[in-house]
């Protein structure tokens, strides 16, 4: 399979735990973004890696979210201190740097109890 | 505002039936547009590209006005496998091509 793949798909933590999700893009793109979904809406915007560099971070990544991509291959969210209100969906996409829309791995479902 | 706006629905309607969705965008220097499809508790996945000219794929067209920061979505001859939600999404372009989503509508086809 040559998709985005993401892991894992499912993590149940308890409030104030640290949690780490990996994202594995497809090989030749150089951008990979993160989104968070809630229930009902659309994904969110996270923050996005042109090759190893992060390049924007939106202003719903708190202090407590932080985002590597140390090779320019796979990359990694952390959420420290896990908040009830941190329990969503992180999809992980990633594309070329042309204008091609982004390709979304299937996810890592959240619950924080 | 929200920069991407849908009507969230949901539209139910019989199999068979066209049915039409809209969604407005705000930063007008957007340059990409799309649909997504997104399945009950899976990824979205891309189902077209917006063009200036308007463009169709099978029993799907899509349009796009830019004076009026409007795109649109038809479905004809709905079938039961259409049912879904379908996310507008427009890039940002002084942000790495960024894209930006709306709520979605959920479609809902009926026997």
């Known amino acids: ?113 | 505002r929200k920069e991407v706006e849908q009507d969230p629905g949901p539209f139910n309607v019989p199999e068979g039936a066209t049915v039409a969705f809209n969604c407005t965008y705000s930063n007008s220097a957007s340059q990409s547009f799309f649909w997504y499809r997104q399945d009950c508790r899976k990824e979205p996945k891309l189902l077209m590209s917006v063009y200036s000219s308007g463009n169709e794929d099978g029993r799907f067209t899509a349009q796009l006005n830019r004076a009026s920061q409007y795109i649109s979505l038809l479905i004809r001859d709905s079938k039961l496998s259409d049912s879904a939600t379908y996310l507008c999404v427009v890039n940002r372009p002084n942000a790495g091509n960024m894209l930006t989503f709306g709520g979605g509508t959920r479609l809902m086809v009926k026997p």
Not at chain 1, 1 to 26: A, E
Not at chain 1, 78 to 106: K, V
Request: hydrophobic fraction near 25%; charged fraction near 25%.
């Open chain 1, 1 to 113: 399979d040559t998709g985005v793949s993401q892991d894992p798909r499912h993590k149940i933590t308890k409030r104030g735990q640290n949690v780490t999700f990996r994202c594995d893009p497809i090989s030749e793109h150089n951008r990979l973004y993160w989104y968070r979904q809630t229930l009902g809406q659309g994904p969110e915007f996270l923050t996005y890696f042109q090759n190893e560099a992060q390049l924007e971070k939106s202003r719903l990544l708190s202090d407590r979210f932080s985002a590597e991509r140390p090779k320019g291959s796979f990359s990694t969210l952390e959420i420290q201190r896990t908040e009830q209100g941190d329990s969503a969906m992180y999809l992980c996409a990633s594309s070329s740097i042309s204008r091609d829309p982004g390709y979304f791995g299937p996810g890592t479902r959240l619950l924080v109890l």
